[in-house]
């Protein structure tokens, strides 16, 4: 995996028409435990984040992750921006000056972006949010790099591991955000902040393998 600044850009372009083509998907989860906008949030930040960054002339990955997350943050309205938005700047914090990264560095900028999800939105594993998808694709992450997997099983592990944890997300009584208001009746309802991360990690993976036939 050796991701430069127009292959990041490609995979942010790919995340974005993922997004619009899960909108009706992710704003359905959200009207039974949410405000019913995450789907409509999602394509509309992203689309905004793909315009943004189109022109950008830049090598430095940090500066384009630090405009996605900016872009987000002014973008989208209840917790996704806020959210979304601190994990990109974290996570551009991470290759700040890089034109190349590699499995290394993305799991830097993972553990980056997790932290200040974490920090903002006072969730931890088990809260039925983003956070149950996110913290699973770390580990697989952090243990296919110490087995001395692939780069490209290590992402199939990672939006595996994401996928898996949406699917436990189901089980669990939400204790965050407005999904936490319904107590018990939460349980048996999909979160949609976990579901939208399992589809970044999964385009992710895809669109490396696209990159790499392609090259």
Do not use: W
């Amino acid at each position: 995996m050796g991701l430069k600044a127009g292959d990041v850009k490609y995979i942010i372009d790919r995340i974005d028409a993922v997004m619009e083509e899960n909108r009706e998907y992710l704003t359905e989860l959200d009207s039974a435990i949410g405000d019913a906008d995450h789907g409509i949030n999602m394509s509309k930040g992203f689309r905004a984040v793909s315009r943004k960054i189109k022109d950008i002339a830049v090598e430095d990955i940090g500066v384009i992750l630090k405009t996605v997350g900016i872009t987000l943050v002014s973008t989208v309205g209840g917790a996704s921006g806020p959210l979304y938005g601190t994990a990109f700047i974290r996570a551009g914090a991470e290759v700040s000056g890089k034109s190349e990264i590699d499995i290394n560095d993305f799991a830097a900028m993972l553990t980056g972006a997790e932290a200040g999800i974490k920090m903002r939105g006072r969730a931890d594993l088990g809260d039925k949010t983003m956070i149950d998808a996110i913290e699973p694709a770390l580990d697989a992450i952090k243990g296919g790099i110490d087995k001395g997997l692939s780069c490209d099983e290590i992402l199939r592990l990672a939006a595996k591991s994401a996928q898996d944890g949406v699917e436990g997300t189901k089980n669990i009584q939400a204790r965050k955000g407005r999904a936490s208001y319904l107590g018990e009746r939460s349980i048996g309802h999909q979160d949609p902040g976990a579901t939208s991360s399992y589809l970044i990690f999964k385009t992710i993976y895809e669109s490396v393998i696209e990159l790499e036939n392609r090259y």
